[in-house]
C-alpha cells in the first residue's frame, strides 16, 4: 500500500491561496509579514492569516507558516509573539530555520509542528536522524537531494518534503551569501537579490573565456519532476513541494493541477504523461526551461539556463520586418490580441504587448501559424530580421484559468442524515472526515393531514448548501421520515444552522493550550580554548592561543554520506546540523560558522549538543554579537566561548557538480568585481571578491580565514586579531 503523498502548493497572497485550494492543493505554505525567508511576497498580515487558516481547514487544506530566516537577538521575543499567534490561530505547523527558534517552540509549545525549512541546510540522513530527534515533524530536503539518498532520509522516519515544480537555487540554501555580500541583502533573511540570475564572465588565468551557451552562467533551469512523481511516492515522501510564493495565480493553479492529475494517476495505477497542450501551458506561465536537475543526475548542460535568466515562455515565431515602430512577425503558434511578447535580442531583449493584430491590412483579434503580422512595438532596443519572438503571456489561457477558478466545484462531501418523527423534535446531523455536528429543532414535528412530506422534498432543501464549502449526500440508513409535516421556516433555519455549525467545527483542527514557560538547563563548559582560529595558510605559529584548522578538523559544509566520529573528534568544528549526529554524548567541540547561529538560544542549542564554543555567523552584527552574549549570561548564567569572523574570503556559494562546462578560476560581474573559484569533484565554492573585515570587540576569540595570502599578510592579520582579543584579559 502507497503512503499517501501531500501535495503542497505555494501561496503569496489569498488569491494564490484560492487557486491553489480549486486546484486540488492539500496543504499551503505561506508567509507572515514578518520573519519569512520571502520578505517581497505579498504575505498576510494576522487577519488575513486568520481568515487564510480558515478557509483552509474548513476545506480540509493544511496550512504551514514560513518563519524561515535567522534571527538576531532584538527580535526573539517578537518572533516568540509571532509564534503565540500563529499557535492560537490554528495553524498547522511552522517551517524554521533559526535552531534558536527551533529549539524555543519545541519547549514553549510542544505540540506545534515544526518543519526544518530548506534554509537549515538539511542535505543527508545524518541531519534528517537528528532534527527527528529534537522533535522536528518534517524536514524540508535540499534540492540538489538524489532519489538514492531522498529513500536513505525516508527511512530515518522523519516525513521528508521534496521540490518538485519551480525555481531552483545554485547554491545550497542556507549556505548562500552572495546577495548579503554584494547587495547587502541576506538571503538568509529573506531578502535574496537574486545574484545568480546576473550576467557574469568567467576568467582563467585573468583572461574572459567563451561561454558560448551564454553569460548567465550561474542561473539554473527550473525544476520539473511531474514524470517522477510514482517514483517520490513510491519511496516514501511525505510531500511535494511546488515554488512559487512570489508567482501569480493562475501559475499556482495550472502546476497544482498538473501536479495533482500526476498523483491521482498515480495511485490509481494509471500511466501519467504531460500532453503536448498541457507542456505548452506550463511553460507559458513561466519556465526557465525545465531540468529533473540533481533528483536524477542531470548533467551540466541540462541543468543550467545559461542562454536567458528569465521567463522563456514559447517560441511563436521570427522577426521578418521593423518599420516606422512596427513589426511584421512570421508566425510558427497562434498569437491572440493582449498576449505577452519578447524579441530575444541585444544586450537586452525587446518586450512588447500584442495589442493591435494587423493581418493582411486588417485588424483581427487573432492570428494563426503560418500567417504573417504587424504589431506596434514601441521598445528598444529595434528588433533585426531573423530574431525570435517569444510568447510570454497567454492571454487567453489567463481567462481561462480564471474561470475554472470560478466554477471550481466544492471539494468535500458532508453526509447528512435526518430523524423527522410525528411528536418528536426534527434532529439533523452531518458529518465530515471525522467531524459530526446536530442540531434539534426547539419544537416537535406533527402529522401530516393530507400530503405528508417527501423524502426527496427534505433532502432537495437539505441540499442546498449555500456558500458552505461542500455538498451534501444523504445516508438513508441512518435517516428517518414518518408522516410529518415540516414547515418551511424551520426547515431552513435548522439546515443554515446544521452548516454554519459544521463549518465552524471544520474551521479549528487542533485544541491549543498555553505557551509553556522556557526553561533550559545549560552547562558551562568551562572551556579554555583558542584565542583565535585560523582556517587555510600555513602554519608558522607554535602560540598555544592559535588553533590552525585543517581540512581534518572542519567537518565538509556539504557531505551527503555520514562523516566519520573517529576522523572528527572533540575540537573538530561542525559545519551542519547532521554535524551533531557526530559529537552526541561529547563535548568540546565548535559551532562553525556556516551553522548559522546568530542568537543565545541558537548558541544555547549547540552547547547542549555536545559544543564548547560557537562561531557566529558572519551575517551578526555586533551590536547584536553584545545582546547575545548579555541575554545569555542573564539566561543561563554564564558567558559562552564565542568567536567572530574578522578576516577572510567567505565561500559565497557552495555549487554541487558545478555550473558550466568552461575551465575558468573566476567569475567577473558586469561592475568588475572578481570571484575566485574553488572547484573540486563533486562541489565548487564562489568566493567573495574581497577579505571580509570585522572588529570584534565582544567575542572571546577571533576567526580567521586565508585563501592565498602571502605569509607576512598572514602574520600580519593575526598579530593584529591576538592584540585586539588579548586587551580585553
Given at each position: 500500500m502507497l503512503k499517501k503523498v501531500e501535495l503542497l502548493a505555494p501561496a503569496g497572497n489569498m488569491d494564490a491561496l484560492h487557486a491553489a485550494v480549486s486546484a486540488g492543493a492539500d496543504a499551503v505554505y505561506l508567509g507572515s509579514t514578518s520573519f519569512s525567508a520571502r520578505a517581497f511576497a505579498g504575505n498576510f498580515d494576522h487577519e488575513q492569516m486568520k481568515e487564510a487558516i480558515r478557509y483552509c481547514h474548513q476545506r480540509g487544506v493544511s496550512v504551514y507558516v514560513t518563519m524561515n530566516t535567522l534571527l538576531f537577538e532584538d527580535e526573539l521575543d517578537r518572533a516568540m509573539e509571532e509564534v503565540d499567534f500563529l499557535y492560537h490561530a490554528d495553524a498547522d505547523a511552522l517551517l524554521v530555520q533559526d535552531l534558536g527558534l527551533f529549539q524555543k517552540v519545541r519547549i514553549c509549545y510542544p505540540d506545534f509542528d515544526l518543519h526544518c525549512s530548506t534554509q537549515m541546510h538539511i542535505h543527508n540522513a545524518d541531519g534528517c536522524r537528528f532534527m527527528k530527534r529534537e522533535g522536528a515533524k518534517r524536514v524540508v530536503l535540499a534540492r540538489e537531494t538524489p532519489l538514492q539518498l531522498i529513500q536513505e532520509c525516508v527511512s530515518t522516519g522523519v516525513d521528508i518534503e521534496v521540490f518538485c515544480y519551480g525555481a531552483s537555487c545554485i547554491s545550497y540554501s542556507g549556505q548562500c551569501l552572495m546577495s548579503a555580500e554584494v547587495k547587502n541583502r541576506s538571503g538568509n533573511r529573506g531578502m535574496c537579490a537574486q545574484m545568480c540570475r546576473l550576467r557574469y564572465t568567467p576568467l582563467k588565468d585573468g583572461k574572459p573565456q567563451p561561454c558560448p551557451d551564454g553569460d548567465y552562467v550561474l542561473s539554473p533551469k527550473d525544476i520539473n519532476l511531474i514524470e517522477r512523481v510514482p517514483d517520490l511516492i513510491a519511496a516514501g515522501v511525505s510531500s511535494l513541494k511546488i515554488e512559487?510564493?512570489?508567482?501569480?495565480?493562475?501559475?499556482?493553479?495550472?502546476?497544482v493541477k498538473t501536479f495533482r492529475e500526476a498523483i491521482d494517476a498515480c495511485y490509481a495505477n494509471q500511466p501519467y504523461h504531460l500532453s503536448a497542450k498541457r507542456d505548452q501551458q506550463l511553460k507559458l506561465m513561466f519556465n526557465r526551461g525545465f531540468s529533473e536537475g540533481h533528483f536524477a543526475g542531470a548533467s551540466v548542460e541540462d541543468r543550467m539556463s545559461h542562454y536567458r535568466p528569465n521567463h522563456r515562455g514559447i517560441e511563436i515565431g521570427t522577426v521578418v520586418q521593423f518599420q516606422n515602430g512596427r513589426v511584421l512577425v512570421q508566425l510558427c503558434q497562434p498569437l491572440h490580441q493582449h498576449d505577452g511578447l519578447r524579441i530575444v535580442n541585444t544586450p537586452v531583449d525587446t518586450g512588447l504587448t500584442a495589442v493591435k493584430i494587423e493581418k493582411n491590412g486588417l485588424l483581427v483579434n487573432s492570428a494563426e501559424a503560418g500567417d504573417k503580422v504587424w504589431l506596434e512595438c514601441h521598445s528598444k532596443p529595434v528588433p533585426k530580421r531573423g530574431q525570435k519572438v517569444l510568447k510570454t503571456s497567454s492571454a487567453e489561457l489567463l481567462d481561462e484559468i480564471d474561470r475554472e477558478i470560478a466554477d471550481q466545484p466544492k471539494r468535500r462531501e458532508a453526509t447528512v442524515s435526518y430523524q423527522a418523527n410525528v411528536n418528536e423534535p426534527l434532529r439533523l446531523t452531518a458529518v465530515l472526515g471525522g467531524t459530526s455536528v446536530s442540531v434539534v429543532s426547539e419544537q416537535a414535528l406533527?402529522?401530516?393531514r393530507n400530503a405528508p412530506l417527501t423524502r426527496e422534498k427534505l433532502e432537495g432543501s437539505l441540499a442546498k448548501t449555500d456558500t458552505a464549502p461542500f455538498t451534501a449526500v444523504?445516508?438513508?440508513?441512518?435517516?428517518?421520515?414518518?408522516?410529518?409535516?415540516?414547515?418551511?421556516?424551520?426547515?431552513?433555519?435548522?439546515?443554515?444552522?446544521?452548516?454554519?455549525?459544521?463549518?465552524?467545527?471544520?474551521?479549528?483542527?487542533?485544541?491549543?493550550?498555553?505557551?509553556?514557560s522556557y526553561h533550559l538547563e545549560v552547562s558551562n563548559p568551562h572551556a579554555e580554548l583558542w584565542r583565535i582560529l585560523v582556517s587555510g595558510g600555513s602554519e608558522e605559529s607554535a602560540n598555544s592561543d592559535i588553533r590552525w584548522l585543517d581540512e581534518n578538523a572542519v567537518m565538509p559544509v556539504v557531505h551527503e554520506n555520514a562523516v566519520s566520529a573517529e576522523k572528527y573528534g572533540p575540537g573538530s568544528v561542525l559545519s551542519s546540523a547532521g554535524d551533531f549526529c557526530v559529537s552526541s554524548g561529547k563535548t568540546g567541540y565548535i559551532a562553525g560558522m556556516t551553522m548559522n547561529l546568530s542568537n543565545s538560544a541558537a548558541i544555547a542549542f549547540a552547547l547542549c549538543h555536545g559544543c564548547s564554543a560557537v562561531i557566529f555567523s558572519s551575517e551578526v552584527p555586533e551590536l547584536e554579537i553584545a545582546r547575545s552574549l548579555d541575554v545569555f549570561r542573564s539566561t543561563y548564567g554564564f558567558v559562552p566561548v564565542t568567536y567572530r569572523l574578522v578576516y577572510g574570503r567567505r565561500t559565497l556559494m557552495y555549487v554541487k557538480g558545478g555550473f558550466m562546462e568552461a575551465s575558468a578560476d573566476a567569475l567577473e560581474d558586469l561592475e568588475g568585481r572578481i570571484y575566485p573559484l574553488r572547484q573540486g569533484p563533486f562541489l565548487t565554492k564562489i568566493l567573495a571578491p574581497e577579505p571580509y573585515r570585522s572588529r570584534n570587540q565582544y567575542c572571546y576569540g577571533s576567526f580567521i580565514i586565508f585563501s592565498g595570502e602571502t605569509a607576512s599578510k598572514q602574520r600580519e592579520v593575526i598579530k593584529e586579531a591576538y592584540e585586539e582579543v588579548l586587551g580585553r584579559v
Open positions: 512559487g510564493r512570489m508567482k501569480r495565480p493562475e501559475y499556482v493553479y495550472l502546476a406533527s402529522a401530516a444523504f445516508d438513508h440508513s441512518a435517516s428517518v421520515l414518518g408522516n410529518v409535516f415540516i414547515p418551511v421556516s424551520m426547515l431552513n433555519e435548522l439546515r443554515r444552522n446544521l452548516y454554519g455549525k459544521l463549518v465552524d467545527a471544520l474551521s479549528v483542527v487542533h485544541e491549543r493550550g498555553s505557551m509553556r
